[in-house]
């Protein structure tokens, strides 16, 4: 054994690295310089950890750490003895040093792994804010209900002395009230109540308060009040649908017995803005890295292109050569035009603005179309009355809707029709909760329409975001639509994408209005003065979002609601409720049955009944696509109030007039 390692100390017949770097002095002192550093830094380590293991006594695996210092002195003296070798070649030496440096490697590496379970169950400084977060947020919760039950208490004292006063407090709360007593039996079902889960008072009295929360929510025992916990939880409505809501529960003695009090909070309009927030601030940030990104790539673009061009100066005795620098100079002015892009949706793009006339602008368009697109695709124009006029970039705004007509294009591989609109439009707090990054008021809308394939929810979702794109590879840049986003957003505009599969897409651009006056036609008519009716409406809308919007607005204006998810559910609540006056439908919903199919089915369950359709397509676009009939009551998506109310009473009168 000592001859073996007699052997391998022996370094008389080796040579040393300097020779294999030639004695080059700067090679030589570029591996002393490295090595020293790194064997440097490797030594500093175990004296760190060692500081760390010896101040923080209750650090678990403490023997873990001394491994790892070990292992990292071993690596550090590896390095020194790199630097040894270059004038003395104790290779033998330097081979056992990385030999316990294996060792202390493979011996750390091992006693890791059988302790990462044990050392990811330490909880973290986050995790353990979070729980503090959480106790904060337990402890606020815990002060709301004693506040509320002492405001029980009160108002139970207050009930024998002003009855009626505490009647009207709760028939026109905007929360729902609900009374239930130890054994879950519901004792009071307020009006808000009513609308919020679609029964009315004398249907659920006396049973138990687990019927209007859903499954998931429901406890499984019944019987017990105590069972039901404050916060946020889902309701369940009538027909079946669910929606989100704030629930907190408190409660009272009333001669001698015990009560609870249930305030009910409809959560879906909060939720809906988080959403759209939440997008908006994702858009935001997505638009921030593009700007940058494009602004950088610029400058590389422009050295690019012009070293490309003077080298093709350069090259005009040489052809062949010569067309490599003009393919460069080519790809680079290829370039330019995507970050010119990325900085429309970034909104970093210099505007010049200016008064535009929206008709006299797509009638220039229209020549263009016709020579451009393809000869399958049938082109019209459709204007709305009165001076429309916008102020915006005009250069940018051809871009915009040019980007949208070839975007219609693809989408119609087998030809169809491409209707480009234009009319005043006004953008009312009812949509703006639903948009909450759109200025409410008075608007310019252009609007690209075609009948090709649609789109998926999962596509107009992600429809605005750079480089998405569902054509195939080498076919779309991904950035007509960002830009068009871009374009609108920096003109203190709006976009907004409707589509259905099978049955097109609109592509909607508002801009603002340019001029101050307004004539009296253009002025929008006073919401406070729309047409209100006593009837029971029956509404059919999949979205839980747009469904709860219209319940809100209809109910706003003196109607009954009914609410249904789909067609099936319309006509088994058209079945079980003789007192619904109307149907107002979506044209597209789920489950096989279009709101055409559930028309026709409901008038033959309920003959004469007035029917009002709403879609995001305009009446004319749907008689064209054998959609719908000329003689159809049907509301424009998006919509005002004004809008919806004479609606409302145009579908009634229509129904009187055809009966």
């Known amino acids: 054994m000592w001859a073996y390692f007699e052997r391998l100390l022996d370094s008389s017949m080796l040579s040393p690295h300097g020779i294999c770097l030639l004695w080059e002095p700067e090679l030589i002192w570029l591996h002393v310089v490295s090595d020293a550093c790194i064997a440097a830094a490797y030594f500093s380590i175990p004296f760190a950890l060692a500081i760390l293991v010896t101040k923080r006594r209750d650090l678990k695996f403490g023997w873990v750490y001394w491994a790892f210092a070990v292992f990292i002195t071993a690596c550090g003296l590896t390095h020194l003895l790199s630097i040894y070798t270059l004038w003395v070649p104790v290779y033998g030496i330097e081979g056992m040093v990385k030999a316990v440096t294996a060792v202390a490697s493979v011996f750390t590496a091992g006693a890791l792994w059988p302790l990462l379970p044990k050392i990811l169950t330490i909880p973290s400084p986050f995790e353990l804010k979070k729980v503090q977060a959480a106790l904060e947020e337990e402890e606020i919760k815990s002060r709301d209900a004693a506040l509320l039950l002492r405001q029980v208490r009160e108002a139970q004292r207050a009930l024998r002395e002003s009855m009626t006063r505490l009647t009207a407090v709760v028939e026109t709360a905007v929360d729902g009230v609900i009374l239930f007593d130890a054994q879950a039996r519901i004792l009071l079902f307020n009006p808000a109540c009513e609308r919020l889960f679609g029964y009315r008072a004398d249907e659920v009295m006396n049973l138990d308060i687990g019927m209007l929360m859903s499954n998931e929510e429901r406890p499984s025992s019944t019987g017990h009040a105590r069972r039901f916990a404050a916060g946020e939880s889902v309701g369940l409505r009538k027909g079946g649908s669910t929606f989100p809501m704030n629930l907190s529960v408190g409660q009272a003695w009333q001669d001698g017995d015990l009560i609870y009090v249930g305030i009910v909070h409809d959560l879906t309009a909060r939720k809906l803005t988080e959403q759209q927030l939440q997008q908006a601030q994702k858009m935001e940030t997505v638009g921030q890295l593009s700007g940058g990104i494009a ?54 793009q210099l505007l010049q603005p200016q008064a535009i006339d929206c008709r006299e602008l797509l009638e220039s368009m229209l020549k263009l179309f016709k020579r451009t697109l393809r000869e399958n695709i049938e082109i019209k124009t459709a204007f709305g009355l009165g001076s429309i006029q916008t102020f915006a970039d005009r250069a940018q705004l051809e871009s915009a809707v040019l980007n949208l007509a070839l975007n219609a294009q693809d989408a119609m591989p087998a030809g169809g029709h491409l209707t480009l609109s234009t009319e005043l439009a006004a953008i009312d707090e009812d949509y703006r909760a639903m948009h909450p990054e759109v200025a409410s008021g008075s608007y310019v809308q252009i609007s690209v329409t075609d009948d090709g394939e649609g789109m998926t929810p999962e596509v107009i979702e992600h429809a605005f975001e750079p480089f998405f794109t569902t054509k195939e590879v080498g076919k779309g840049s991904g950035l007509g639509l960002s830009m068009v986003y871009g374009f609108a957003k920096q003109s203190d505009g709006h976009v907004s994408i409707y589509s259905e599969q099978g049955l097109g897409t609109t592509v909607r651009i508002y801009l603002p209005r340019a001029g101050a006056g307004e004539s009296p036609a253009d002025i929008p008519e006073n919401e406070e003065a729309a047409p209100r009716g006593h009837e029971t409406i029956l509404i059919a809308e999949d979205d839980p979002f747009v469904r709860s919007s219209v319940i809100q607005r209809v109910e706003a204006l003196g109607y009954r609601v009914v609410a249904a998810v789909n067609g099936k559910e319309a006509l088994q609540r058209l079945r079980t409720d003789p007192y619904i006056d109307m149907l107002f439908t979506d044209i597209i919903m789920p489950g096989g049955m279009s709101g055409w199919e559930l028309a026709d089915q409901a008038r033959w369950v309920r003959p004469g009944l007035p029917v009002l359709f709403t879609s995001g397509y305009a009446l004319e676009t749907l008689v064209e696509q054998g959609r719908a009939q000329a003689q159809a009551v049907v509301l424009t998506k998006p919509y005002r109030k004004a809008e919806l109310a004479e609606r409302l009473r145009e579908a009634f009168a229509a129904a009187v007039v055809t009966s």
Not at 298 to 317: D, F, M, R
Not at 322 to 348: K, N, P
């Open 295 to 348: 602004h950088d790539f610029n400058n590389l673009l422009t050295v690019i292109i012009g070293n490309a061009e003077h080298l093709s100066e350069q090259l005009k005795a040489r052809p062949d050569l010569r067309q490599f620098a003009d393919d460069i100079c080519e790809s680079g002015e290829r370039g330019a035009e995507l970050t010119q892009r990325l900085l429309a949706f970034s909104r970093r």
